[in-house]
């Protein structure tokens, strides 16, 4: 492979990537062809992190690789990924780099997208003024969790989706199918989904008594009889996806599957999915598993998609034709 890829004599695609998650930055490297570029990262005895890139990136389209989470095996949490992806982009602008584009499938704070109570923050706009601010010229994200996040940038934001990925993954199931959309805002999503399967389509009615506790009071659409695949965009303490697994049980589904782009998998989460009662829970790799993930987690790799998306920002071509105009899921 080249350290670079080059389009004529002028343009050239360099790659770089955070400590979140190299293992995806690899992956997307072999499939475009280029190694990933060398950079210094580390973490001060104070906490602060560092990062100087070890080559020239003098007019080249810079490509940083960093989903905003935690990863236990080079040290990093959530807030570590975001400020490293900051200070990487800052470099990268300081060194003259033409094109700066944040590689960011997982964009951290997405829930905070709103207020939901007097005196709360909008966390996500927050980090994407501080992108901006340190001067990103574009940012490649996966299945946000709402549409709106997109404005609060006033850069082009490239929002990718793993949902055909996710359902091309089950096309092999030959039962009576539905999909079940966890609550009603992800019931476009689903849909969608649902059609690609050829599926039906269920709905949960679920409340939020307190933040990250779901209570799911009864399920809306048929599933009594038949396979149900339970889809949305992250799995975080799976509480919600525990309970809503043991609804569609006892509303008479004979086999539960679920499926999500975003393995957060905090808190509880393992102990939660190993007591759900889903054959098989399929997500991405836009965030790395950590030690102990039960045996029925299997993950599909989002890196063939980010590397097209890539190849396209870098060439000027669409990056929604990849999805056929259908990447906007909200």
Known sequence: MTQSMRLGDEKQLMLFSGRANPALTQAIAADIGVDVGPVTLKTFSNGEVYCRFDESVRGADVFIVQPMCGNAESGVNANDALMELLVMV????????????????????????????????????????????????????????????????????????????????????????????????????????????????????????????????????????????????????????????EAVVNAGARRVFAAATHPVFSGRAFENLAAAPFEKIVVTDTIPLSAGAPTNVEVVSCAPLLADSIRRIFTNDSVSAVFGGQNHIF
Request: net charge negative.
């Open 90 to 245: 800052d470099a990268a602008v300081g060194a003259s780099a033409h094109r700066v584009v944040a590689v960011t499938p997982w964009y951290g704070y997405s829930r905070q997208d709103k207020k939901s109570a007097a005196r709360e923050p909008i966390s996500a706009r927050v980090v994407a003024r501080t992108l901006e601010a340190v001067g990103v010229d574009r940012v490649l994200t996966m299945d946000l969790h709402a549409g709106q996040l997109q404005g609060f940038f006033g850069k082009p934001v490239d929002h990718m989706t793993a949902l055909m990925m996710l359902a091309d993954h089950f096309s092999g199931l030959d039962d009576d199918l539905v999909v079940v959309a966890p609550d009603a805002g992800r019931v476009k999503l689903n849909k969608q989904f649902a059609t690609r399967l050829g599926a039906g389509l269920a709905i949960l009615d679920k409340e939020r008594p307190v933040q990250q506790v779901a209570e799911i009071t009864h399920v809306i659409g048929d599933v009594s009889g038949k396979t149900a695949i339970i889809v949305d965009d992250m799995i975080d303490t799976a509480g919600t996806l525990r309970a809503a697994g």
